[in-house]
């Protein structure tokens, strides 16, 4: 069974997605959406959950539910994730090409060199998206929670996860020619890629928090190619040095 209901008190992605992670953790939940505009709860479970559950759960914050007499729409998912288009991922694909452009800089004062190339590349990307991290620390753990497999057992990975890509980000800048950071890097994306694959396939309506809660990215095939394109990149390194 669903039921819509009305949410005060949230104000930001931030709000959503603590609220959301709240009401998934309470059992009988199957299935918890929710929006910022307009401030509501869809939420699907196994047998009927008093509002007041709810409301307990959610005790100590701001945040309170409310019985809504609307039906659940269908449409609903769509109203705080846009449509996947090209100007949707424009921050993402305007990052790449900066990088892109970069490392082609660097390439063209230097002698060219592929493992330098992948090196600059990967520095700078893993640099730049745990910026986006951080802006938010606790909005980008909640939201990473909705589909990472790691944060969704556990929140404080979340708050781990752009530290380690800021160790990433300085690896690959500085210290190129550890394999250690190859194998780290390899096992850290593979994972990271099994909770966005599932969300994908399973098309799910949720925000990608791989630039943190500064832009609304919705999860999408283009998100598996960014952690498939660390994954190929770390693994090539990793051949030629072992090579």
Known sequence: MTHTYSVTGMHCESCVEKVRHTLAELPSIKNVQVALDPPEAVIEMKEHIPVDAFNNALSGTRYSLQENIHQHQPEFAQTSIPETTLKTYYPLILIFLYLIGLVAVRQAVNRFSLPTMMSDFMGGFFLTFSFFK????????????????????????????????????????????????YIATLIVMSVSIMGVAES???????????????????????TIIEDALMIVMSGAMLIMKLG
Request: hydrophobic share 50%; aromatic share 22%.
């Open 134 to 181: 951080f802006l938010d620390l606790k909005g980008f753990a909640e939201s990473y929670s909705s589909y990472d497999i790691i944060t969704k057992r556990w929140l404080g990975f979340g708050y781990i996860y752009p530290f380690i890509e800021l160790f990433f980000g300085i690896g690959f800048l500085f210290f190129p020619l550890l394999i250690a950071l």
């Open 200 to 222: 994908v396939f399973n098309k799910r309506k949720i925000k990608c928090a791989c630039l943190g809660t500064v832009f609304n990215l919705p999860m999408g095939t283009i």
